[in-house]
Structures are given as structure tokens and as C-alpha cells.
């Protein structure tokens, strides 16, 4: 009993450290914050396009000439709790409104203009349109509706925007300027909101983290009990559905090769099960190019262009910042061979998110980016 007495202290030891460690990680620094602006960019140029896309059909999707007039879509909110800025009127002049409203909110969300309104807003667009026409959505419809929801909480234009820019001059402007001081209580407000703006974004990029890995385990997990992906035939009925055939020549010229469809089949179900249990190693790397891979298949030879955009940009939450800054400094170099001077300096980004750190930061630097 006396050896054994010992062990209670370091369990409890134990478990302290895991969790001062988690409490670290989501207070310490915000977390992939360039993963958060390629979001952030992504959706909102994906969604653009698309209103853009369909903007000579708009009104019979929509508008107040859609088959699914607004007293319809009022009786099915009433049902499902859905609701849409869309059917507050069925002016014609009221919907023209919110169309060009939507062009301009997903523009300037894209470009990283007072970010955090335009999250808002910009997820109040996206929910108004899905359940304005919730009939005509599939998988990427929803897939990106959510997405713009849990980037309401994300600082996600802390880099590659407008605010971060803006920012950079602001501090520029400033660096000589006096530090005004500060009261006791001014001080333990900004810290506490700092903290908290930074726990509410490494949050969001958690549960956007852990919808992407459910989504890809849970299809793989459905293709398994199909016979036809375990034949190895799936790919074959899809290619020859007219319903997604937007080159049929196409389609019938993959069909063609039976071998590689039925290894396409086998693996598509191999990186998707695999995807959750990949993630903290290197094999991410090639799981995540496989994806991407599938995803342009899907796009080219079905016909789903959102879908396959939508899961490819999600796909860009597993990437680390330093891939991102690797390719900043890519493109950089790219500019000055061309004749281009970009800015040297690193946007610092914008609001109330302390500057990231990364694990090689010196605990004198970390110190005087937390303010302490």
C-alpha cells in the first residue's frame, strides 16, 4: 500500500498538466489564423461566383416568379425554424435589393473589410438564399452554410485583408507616437477581452477542424457497407448517370479504363476513413493530395463545382500556417522578378487577437506579445 500511495498525486499531477495544457493552447496564442483568412477567402469568392453564376436565373430561383412562392417557403419555415430576409416582401425592387446587398456583403467579406461585420452579414446571406431555395441545395450548399457559421467566430481577417492592412498602417502611423497610459481596470479589461476573442477563435477553427474530419469518417464509414464500393464499381454507376454527366464523351472515356476505376473506388474509401487518424503526423500531406485530387475529379466529371469547391477549401484548415507563409514569400519572390516591389513587412493583422507565436518564440518574446 505504501508503494502504491504515491501513484494518486502524480494521476491528479497528471491530469492537471493536460489540462493547463489545453487551457494554454486555447488561450496562449489564436491558432492557424492564415488557414482562417484562406476560409475566409475561399467561401466568400466561392459564394460570389455562384450569385454571379446564377444571376440570369435569379429570379426563378429566388425571386417572387419562383415556382416556390414566399407563403410556401413561411409555411415550411414555420415547420422547420428556417428563416430568410428574402420573404419579408415580394417586391420585385425589395429582392433586386438584397441581391446586389448579398454581391457586395460576399465581396467585401472576400477582400477582409471590417471582417467581423461582414461575417455576420455574410452568413445572414448565405442562410437567407439556402432557405429561400432549400429544395435546390445539395452537399455543398450545406457544407458551406455551415462554414460561414462557424466563421462568425474566427478572427479570420487577422491576415491576407483589408483589416489587416489597415492595421499595419495604423501601427506604422503610431510608432512614434506616445503610449497613452492606462488604468488598472482599463488594462485587466483588454486583457480579458484579448483572452476571450482568442479562446472564441481557436475555438471555431476546432469545430470547423472536427466537422471536416466527421463528414469525411462518416462517408467513408456509409461507402463500406455498399457493395458497389466494395466491388469496386461505384465510380462506374456514377459516371454513367445523365443526371451528372456534363461531358458524357468524357465520362464515357474514363468508364473505359475499369481497372482504375475500381482502384479509384478503393482508395477514395481508404483516404476517407483514414482521414481522422492522419492528421497529427506527416501522412496528412499525401492523404490531403489524394483529396484534392478526388475533389477536381468530381468537380470536372460530375458536375459539382460548389461541392467539390466548398470541401476543397476546408481541406485548407489542416494546412500549418508556415505553408502559407512559405507561400507568401513564394509569391513574393515571383513579384520581384517581375518587377513588382511588394511590402516586406508582415501584416500583424487586426483587432483584438494578439499576434501569433509559434513554438521556436522565445519566452521573453511570447512574454512581450501577451503583455506580460
Same mark, same amino acid.
Given at each position: 500500500m505504501d508503494r502504491e500511495t504515491p501513484l494518486v498525486p502524480t494521476v491528479h499531477g497528471?491530469?492537471?498538466?493536460?489540462?493547463?495544457?489545453?487551457?494554454?493552447?486555447?488561450?496562449?496564442?489564436?491558432?492557424?489564423?492564415?488557414?482562417?483568412?484562406?476560409?475566409?477567402?475561399?467561401?466568400?469568392?466561392?459564394?460570389?461566383?455562384?450569385?454571379?453564376?446564377?444571376?440570369?436565373?435569379?429570379?426563378?430561383?429566388?425571386?417572387?416568379?419562383?415556382?416556390?412562392?414566399?407563403?410556401?417557403?413561411?409555411q415550411l419555415f414555420d415547420q422547420t425554424g428556417w428563416n430568410s430576409i428574402l420573404t419579408l416582401s415580394e417586391s420585385r425592387v425589395y429582392f433586386e435589393l438584397c441581391y446586389v446587398m448579398a454581391l457586395v456583403t460576399s465581396a467585401l467579406f472576400t477582400l477582409g473589410w471590417r471582417t467581423? +461585420?461582414?461575417?455576420? /452579414? @455574410?452568413?445572414?446571406?448565405?442562410?437567407?438564399? =439556402?432557405?429561400?431555395?432549400? %429544395?435546390?441545395?445539395?452537399?455543398?450548399?450545406?457544407?458551406?452554410?455551415?462554414?460561414?457559421?462557424?466563421?462568425?467566430?474566427?478572427a479570420c481577417g487577422r491576415r491576407w485583408s483589408l483589416d489587416a492592412r489597415r492595421h499595419r498602417l495604423r501601427t506604422a502611423r503610431a510608432a512614434d507616437a506616445p503610449q497613452?497610459?492606462?488604468?488598472?481596470?482599463?488594462?485587466?479589461?483588454?486583457?480579458?477581452?484579448?483572452?476571450?476573442?482568442?479562446?472564441?477563435?481557436?475555438?471555431?477553427?476546432?469545430?470547423?477542424?472536427?466537422?471536416?474530419?466527421?463528414?469525411?469518417?462518416?462517408?467513408?464509414?456509409?461507402?463500406?457497407?455498399?457493395?458497389?464500393?466494395?466491388?469496386?464499381?461505384?465510380?462506374?454507376?456514377? +459516371?454513367?448517370?445523365? /443526371? @451528372?454527366?456534363?461531358?458524357?464523351?468524357?465520362? =464515357?472515356?474514363?468508364?473505359? %479504363?475499369?481497372?482504375?476505376?475500381?482502384?479509384a473506388s478503393y482508395v477514395t474509401v481508404l483516404v476517407q476513413v483514414a482521414f481522422p487518424f492522419v492528421l497529427f503526423g506527416r501522412l496528412k500531406y499525401p492523404v490531403l493530395t489524394v483529396l484534392l485530387g478526388m475533389h477536381i475529379g468530381i468537380a470536372v466529371l460530375m458536375g459539382l463545382p460548389l461541392f467539390s469547391g466548398a470541401m476543397i477549401v476546408a481541406d485548407a484548415v489542416f494546412l500549418p500556417d508556415r505553408f502559407y507563409t512559405f507561400l507568401s514569400l513564394l509569391c513574393r519572390r515571383a513579384a520581384r522578378h517581375l518587377g513588382v516591389r511588394p511590402e516586406t513587412r508582415q501584416a500583424s493583422g487586426s483587432g483584438p487577437v494578439p499576434a501569433q507565436v509559434g513554438p521556436e518564440t522565445p519566452a521573453s518574446e511570447y512574454r512581450a506579445v501577451r503583455g506580460g
Open positions: 497528471g491530469l492537471l498538466d493536460r489540462v493547463g495544457a489545453l487551457w494554454v493552447l486555447l488561450t496562449a496564442r489564436p491558432l492557424s489564423l492564415y488557414a482562417a483568412s484562406v476560409l475566409r477567402i475561399g467561401y466568400g469568392l466561392l459564394y460570389l461566383t455562384f450569385l454571379l453564376r446564377e444571376f440570369p436565373h435569379r429570379d426563378e430561383i429566388w425571386g417572387p416568379d419562383s415556382p416556390w412562392k414566399p407563403a410556401l417557403a413561411e467581423r +461585420l461582414m461575417s455576420v /452579414l @455574410f452568413a445572414v446571406v448565405v442562410i437567407s438564399f =439556402h432557405a429561400r431555395a432549400i %429544395f435546390m441545395t445539395d452537399g455543398g450548399d450545406n457544407l458551406v452554410l455551415l462554414m460561414v457559421l462557424y466563421l462568425v467566430l474566427t497613452p497610459v492606462r488604468g488598472f481596470h482599463a488594462q485587466h479589461v483588454t486583457e480579458a477581452r484579448v483572452t476571450l476573442t482568442t479562446v472564441v477563435h481557436n475555438c471555431g477553427m476546432l469545430i470547423i477542424a472536427a466537422q471536416v474530419c466527421f463528414l469525411y469518417g462518416s462517408a467513408g464509414l456509409y461507402k463500406v457497407q455498399g457493395s458497389t464500393w466494395g466491388g469496386g464499381t461505384a465510380l462506374h454507376y456514377a +459516371l454513367n448517370l445523365e /443526371l @451528372f454527366q456534363p461531358w458524357p464523351a468524357l465520362s =464515357h472515356l474514363v468508364d473505359e %479504363f475499369p481497372m482504375v476505376i475500381a482502384i
